[in-house]
């Protein structure tokens, strides 16, 4: 497909839930890569516009309101102040941040759904949905729990099991009950507006798998197994009281659908915008109308089948607005192994991390470019993260930087020196940092910001490599006119580095051309040799970076722990109690206490221990235990032990066992072994 070249941009970040901050992984995913582009862009001249907001209705936000006993506007303005505020702290620089429950995005969005329905875009129907008949209204998923179908978790909800993972639909849950009345719901009809994803199925294959074969794999992929189906109708409205009301006759206590509304928050919010400043920003329609616009979401990859599926036919329905050019949409990154949760607190929230990390906003905007999930999840560390920090933005980067400055420091006052003539060793520098403009800016264009990075990177270990070779400090004992040189190439490749970085690390590249005495500067002289004019002077020199302590990052390992075992302790459930048995039953267990006497792995088992046990009869007894997984063998001799004694021998792997070893199911699923408070004489019964 041609490239065009568009006059202007039009990006646009996923609008956050205002229902809880803002953590790593949304900052991985979404807006340090939206941020990055958008620098770059603004960095070459380039028309664009970068718009964000709070994403504010919705059936999650009604939940914790009524949990926590206030109204929904009461959550999403306390949500909407802290994601823009964290937004703000690392540097992610929309044009305009606005909202959902604005009054000019309410009257935006209605008028969107208006005309859809008033040129009969959009499809009436009626369906049977769960109602709550004590407290008076039909029931979201998520205001439905009850029994899962599969694992039998009794707090499953009504779109979703979190024990099993298992997507349901209410129908499916044995018992279900209402979450606010906890009464038994029952099948009513209610009518909804549905958009006929199905008729514009031929235009999207066209659209999307003819016209766009350059789009990432993921969302290539995703959006290939979904017009593999047949799409079906969606509905764009829902029985709930916070939202949007559906604009048209007969439809009392309904309003749209979030994932109608949401999207449409981007053309809003650049309404907003315009409006507050038509000089600068000119119309809203020309950002989302005008065939001169490129327009670009940045999304996680959950997001995928609403940015290129369902909106672009709300747009093409619409009939007045561009499609997007692309959706560089990136997957999940998790924490620590395991997957991020906002419920589990399994996160490391922004507003925190600042607490910990006070000026650090780079630190975490590198890494987290470093291992952006562009085209698979991936894994942020606490290790990786202060690896990355002390290995190449302090050992690497801040290296080079601080040898340059310190050493003009020493020689020339922190004056920039003349260029003399140049040896092979600078002239193999100079051509080996030339290009950097050309790479980063090919692999900016093509949306791959972790490569990019490392081509910025590339610069200061070139930096290093120089500087290594020519040993200035050597030769200022014989040849001051060499040491001019040498200096004069490094402070180039310094200011290099301050052009270079500036979209991924834009607070360490504010304060390195402070160093520079560096008042203005061009992307197009990336590259160049001469940004710094002999003669100038540069302001006094300090550490960009500094390294983080093995203390610090145990702390964050620390706390990961705790959360891990609260969760653990709060997803912990009783096992029901067994049915009832006769106290004769009982008594035919022959139940005592048993004395180690060694323990060891079975060889060629993961999970067996075979133990010795004093059973005091004067003989010892060896027993089979599937513990080996939580228990290390040597920590259980010379324990007391509760074990079977009646239990018929049985063959495990060759070994005769010769009875069972009691254990206790603790509540992340391990087997730990039954010992007494007190020593009691091995063979000694229990009853």
Same mark, same amino acid.
């Given at each position: 497909?041609? *490239?065009?070249?568009?006059?202007?941009?039009t990006?646009?970040?996923?609008?956050?839930?205002?229902?809880?901050?803002?953590?790593?992984?949304?900052?991985?995913?979404?807006?340090?890569?939206?941020?990055?582009?958008?620098?770059?862009?603004?960095l070459?001249?380039?028309?664009?516009?970068? @718009?964000?907001?709070?994403?504010?209705?919705?059936?999650?936000?009604?939940?914790?309101?009524?949990?926590e006993g206030?109204?929904?506007?009461?959550?999403?303005? #306390?949500?909407?102040?802290?994601i823009? =505020?964290?937004?703000?702290? %690392?540097?992610v620089s929309?044009?305009?941040?606005?909202?959902?429950?604005?009054?000019?995005?309410?009257?935006?969005?209605?008028?969107?759904?208006?005309?859809?329905?008033?040129?009969?875009k959009?499809?009436?129907?009626?369906?049977?949905?769960?109602?709550?008949?004590?407290?008076?209204?039909?029931?979201?998923?998520?205001?439905?729990?009850?029994?899962?179908?599969?694992?039998?978790n009794?707090?499953?909800?009504?779109?979703?099991?979190? =024990?099993?993972?298992? $997507?349901?639909?209410?129908?499916?849950?044995?018992n279900?009950?209402?979450?606010?009345?906890?009464?038994?719901?029952?099948?009513?009809?209610?009518k909804?507006?549905?958009?006929p994803?199905?008729?514009?199925q031929? +235009?999207?294959?066209?659209?999307?798998?003819?016209?766009?074969?350059?789009?990432?794999?993921? &969302?290539?992929?995703?959006?290939?197994?979904?017009?593999d189906?047949?799409?079906?109708?969606?509905?764009?409205?829902?029985?709930?009281?916070?939202?949007?009301?559906?604009?048209?006759?007969?439809?009392?206590?309904?309003?749209?659908?979030?994932?109608?509304?949401?999207?449409?928050?981007?053309?809003?919010?650049?309404?907003?915008?315009?409006?507050?400043?038509?000089?600068?920003?000119?119309t809203?329609?020309?950002?989302?109308?005008d065939?001169?616009?490129?327009?670009v979401?940045?999304?996680? *990859?959950?997001?995928?089948?609403?940015?290129?599926?369902? %909106?672009?036919?709300?747009?093409?329905?619409?009939?007045?607005?561009?499609?997007?050019?692309?959706?560089?949409?990136?997957?999940?990154?998790?924490?620590?192994?395991?997957?991020?949760?906002?419920?589990?607190? +399994?996160?490391?929230?922004?507003?925190?991390?600042?607490?910990?990390?006070?000026?650090?906003?780079?630190?975490?905007?590198?890494?987290?470019?470093?291992?952006?999930?562009?085209t698979?999840?991936n894994?942020?560390?606490?290790? $990786?993260?202060?690896?990355?920090?002390?290995n190449?933005?302090?050992?690497?980067?801040?290296?080079?930087?601080?040898?340059?400055?310190?050493?003009?420091?020493?020689?020339?006052?922190?004056?920039?020196?003349?260029?003399?003539?140049?040896?092979?060793?600078?002239?193999?520098?100079i051509?080996?940092?030339?290009? &950097?403009?050309?790479?980063?800016?090919?692999?900016?264009?093509?949306?791959?910001?972790?490569?990019?990075?490392?081509?910025?990177?590339?610069?200061?270990?070139?930096?290093?490599?120089?500087?290594?070779?020519?040993?200035?400090?050597?030769?200022? =004992?014989?040849?001051? =006119?060499r040491?001019?040189?040498i200096?004069?190439i490094?402070?180039?490749?310094?200011?290099?580095?301050?052009?270079?970085?500036?979209?991924?690390?834009?607070?360490?590249?504010?304060?390195l051309?402070?160093?520079?005495?560096? $008042?203005?500067?061009?992307?197009?002289?990336?590259?160049?040799?001469?940004?710094?004019?002999?003669g100038?002077?540069?302001?006094e020199?300090?550490?960009?970076f500094?390294?983080?302590?093995?203390?610090?990052?145990?702390?964050?390992?620390?706390?990961?722990? #705790?959360?891990?075992?609260?969760?653990?302790?709060?997803?912990?459930?009783?096992?029901p109690?067994?049915?009832?048995v006769?106290?004769?039953?009982?008594?035919k267990?022959?139940?005592?206490?048993?004395?180690v006497?060694?323990?060891?792995?079975? *060889?060629?088992?993961?999970k067996?221990?075979?133990?010795?046990i004093?059973?005091?009869?004067?003989?010892?007894?060896?027993?089979?235990?599937?513990?080996?997984?939580?228990n290390?063998?040597?920590?259980?001799?010379?324990?007391?032990?509760?074990? @079977?004694?009646?239990?018929?021998p049985?063959? @495990?792997?060759?070994?005769?066992?010769?009875?069972?070893?009691?254990?206790?199911?603790?509540?992340?699923?391990?087997?730990?072994?039954?010992?007494?408070?007190?020593?009691?004489?091995?063979?000694?019964?229990?009853?």
């Amino acid at each position: 497909m041609e *490239k065009k070249n568009y006059k202007r941009t039009t990006v646009t970040a996923a609008l956050p839930y205002a229902n809880g901050g803002v953590h790593i992984g949304h900052l991985a995913g979404v807006y340090v890569p939206a941020d990055i582009y958008v620098r770059y862009l603004r960095l070459r001249g380039q028309d664009v516009v970068f @718009i964000g907001g709070s994403d504010e209705h919705g059936v999650p936000i009604t939940i914790r309101a009524r949990k926590e006993g206030i109204t929904p506007q009461d959550v999403v303005d #306390r949500y909407h102040e802290m994601i823009k =505020k964290s937004f703000e702290e %690392f540097g992610v620089s929309f044009d305009i941040y606005s909202r959902t429950t604005s009054d000019i995005h309410h009257q935006f969005a209605a008028d969107w759904f208006k005309k859809l329905y008033d040129e009969g875009k959009l499809k009436e129907q009626t369906t049977t949905q769960l109602y709550d008949e004590e407290a008076h209204q039909f029931l979201a998923d998520r205001y439905i729990v009850g029994e899962c179908p599969h694992c039998h978790n009794e707090g499953a909800y009504g779109d979703q099991c979190e =024990k099993c993972g298992r $997507d349901l639909s209410p129908m499916e849950l044995i018992n279900p009950r209402s979450t606010i009345s906890g009464s038994t719901p029952v099948l009513k009809e209610t009518k909804n507006w549905y958009l006929p994803l199905n008729e514009y199925q031929d +235009w999207l294959k066209q659209w999307i798998l003819e016209g766009h074969k350059e789009w990432r794999p993921n &969302v290539y992929g995703q959006c290939r197994s979904w017009l593999d189906m047949d799409l079906q109708p969606r509905a764009m409205t829902r029985d709930l009281d916070w939202g949007i009301p559906v604009p048209v006759e007969g439809a009392d206590g309904k309003v749209l659908y979030v994932w109608f509304d949401a999207p449409i928050g981007y053309v809003s919010n650049t309404k907003e915008l315009c409006e507050s400043n038509p000089e600068r920003w000119g119309t809203w329609q020309q950002w989302w109308q005008d065939e001169d616009t490129r327009l670009v979401h940045f999304i996680g *990859k959950d997001n995928i089948v609403f940015h290129c599926i369902i %909106f672009p036919v709300m747009m093409k329905a619409h009939g007045q607005y561009i499609m997007p050019d692309n959706v560089p949409a990136n997957e999940f990154l998790n924490l620590e192994d395991n997957k991020i949760s906002t419920s589990k607190n +399994w996160a490391v929230w922004l507003h925190e991390y600042l607490v910990d990390f006070p000026g650090k906003q780079d630190v975490l905007r590198y890494v987290l470019t470093a291992n952006a999930p562009e085209t698979k999840d991936n894994n942020f560390t606490w290790k $990786d993260f202060q690896d990355r920090n002390n290995n190449e933005l302090v050992a690497v980067y801040g290296n080079f930087v601080n040898r340059a400055l310190q050493l003009t420091k020493k020689y020339w006052g922190g004056v920039v020196p003349e260029c003399g003539e140049l040896q092979e060793v600078d002239e193999r520098a100079i051509a080996e940092f030339k290009d &950097v403009k050309a790479k980063v800016e090919s692999l900016l264009d093509q949306f791959k910001f972790r490569e990019a990075q490392f081509e910025a990177m590339n610069l200061a270990r070139i930096g290093n490599r120089y500087i290594t070779e020519c040993e200035p400090w050597k030769v200022a =004992k014989t040849d001051m =006119k060499r040491v001019e040189t040498i200096l004069y190439i490094s402070l180039q490749l310094t200011a290099n580095l301050a052009i270079a970085f500036e979209p991924f690390l834009p607070f360490s590249s504010k304060r390195l051309r402070e160093m520079l005495n560096m $008042d203005s500067f061009e992307w197009s002289q990336l590259g160049q040799t001469d940004i710094l004019k002999p003669g100038h002077q540069l302001a006094e020199p300090s550490l960009l970076f500094e390294k983080i302590d093995d203390e610090t990052i145990q702390a964050q390992l620390d706390r990961l722990e #705790r959360i891990k075992k609260e969760n653990e302790a709060a997803a912990y459930k009783a096992e029901p109690v067994k049915p009832v048995v006769s106290f004769e039953d009982f008594e035919k267990l022959d139940i005592r206490v048993g004395h180690v006497l060694s323990c060891e792995k079975v *060889k060629k088992s993961k999970k067996l221990l075979q133990f010795s046990i004093d059973d005091g009869t004067g003989t010892p007894r060896t027993i089979l235990s599937g513990i080996a997984e939580w228990n290390q063998p040597e920590d259980l001799v010379g324990k007391d032990v509760l074990f @079977i004694a009646n239990f018929a021998p049985r063959k @495990i792997m060759g070994v005769e066992s010769q009875g069972m070893i009691l254990s206790a199911v603790d509540y992340d699923g391990s087997l730990v072994p039954t010992s007494l408070v007190r020593g009691t004489k091995p063979g000694s019964l229990v009853g």
